[in-house]
């Protein structure tokens, strides 16, 4: 059983940065590739970036690409997001996923989740 432990939300102002940690634990990390979502109110979840456990560059959707990086660290059992450039329609609960399957935009093929970070971008 895998725990994912996020952390870094907060209130920033519109063109402002934040950084979001997910720590895990309970399980090899290595055997699982990692994505970040997101669920504003009233929408659905949506995707917002991946990595497989080997690193190396990161997938995005589309609203993100450009302004936020994923990247893990082995070591320390974390992978983090790197948002820049953060816009009002950034603000959600931000969740950090593990799936021993490929990197996917669907949340039903993860295996574990958080309990999120709420991520609030002003104008």
């Known amino acids: 059983q895998v725990q994912l432990v996020e952390s870094g939300g907060g209130l920033v102002q519109a063109g402002g940065s934040l950084r979001l940690s997910c720590a895990a634990s309970g399980g090899t990390f290595t055997s699982y590739n990692m994505g970040w979502f997101r669920q504003a109110p009233g929408k659905e979840r949506e995707f917002v970036a991946g990595?497989?456990?080997?690193?190396?560059?990161?997938f995005y959707a589309d609203s993100v690409k450009g302004r936020f990086t994923i990247s893990r660290d082995n070591r320390k059992n974390t992978v983090s997001l790197q948002m820049n450039s953060l816009k009002p329609e950034d603000t959600a609960v931000y969740y950090c996923a593990a799936t021993n399957t490929l990197i996917t935009a669907a949340g039903r093929n993860y295996n574990y989740w958080g309990q999120g970070t709420q991520v609030t971008v002003s104008s």
């Open positions: 990595i497989y456990w080997s690193g190396g560059n990161g």
